[in-house]
């Protein structure tokens, strides 16, 4: 079984920042790529950032200069910085993972539950 946990979010002031982290375990051979996601109410979820294991990143392109995603491939861990936060950056964000659990079997696409962020003064 595996799990995706994400930690970080909170209410930030507009211009601010905050730090995101999602971190899978299990029974994990290979993370593939890793991405954020966010869904504000009333929105469609929407593509934040991605990053593959060899650390290409795609951005929206709302969040570009803005956001950067990384991540640490012997944490089997993904981070999202967050700067310059805007009160529509407000959403819950998700982290999500292809994960290969077994050699030879197929990998599956893992999400977390989410993290809040809220962006007011």
């Known amino acids: 079984q595996v799990q995706l946990v994400e930690s970080g979010g909170g209410l930030a002031q507009p211009g601010g920042s905050l730090r995101l982290s999602c971190t899978a375990t299990g029974k994990i051979y290979y993370v593939a790529p890793m991405a954020w996601y966010r869904q504000a109410p009333g929105k469609q979820r929407e593509l934040v950032a991605r990053i593959t294991s060899g650390g290409t990143t795609v951005y929206a392109d709302s969040v570009k200069g803005r956001f950067t995603i990384s991540r640490d491939n012997a944490k089997n861990s993904v981070y999202l910085h967050l700067s310059s936060l805007k009160p529509e950056d407000t959403a819950l964000y998700s982290c999500?993972?292809?994960?290969?659990?077994?050699?030879?079997?197929?990998?599956?696409?893992?999400w977390g539950r989410g993290t809040q962020v809220t962006v007011s003064s």
């Open positions: 999500t993972a292809l994960i290969l659990s077994t050699p030879g079997e197929r990998s599956v696409d893992y």
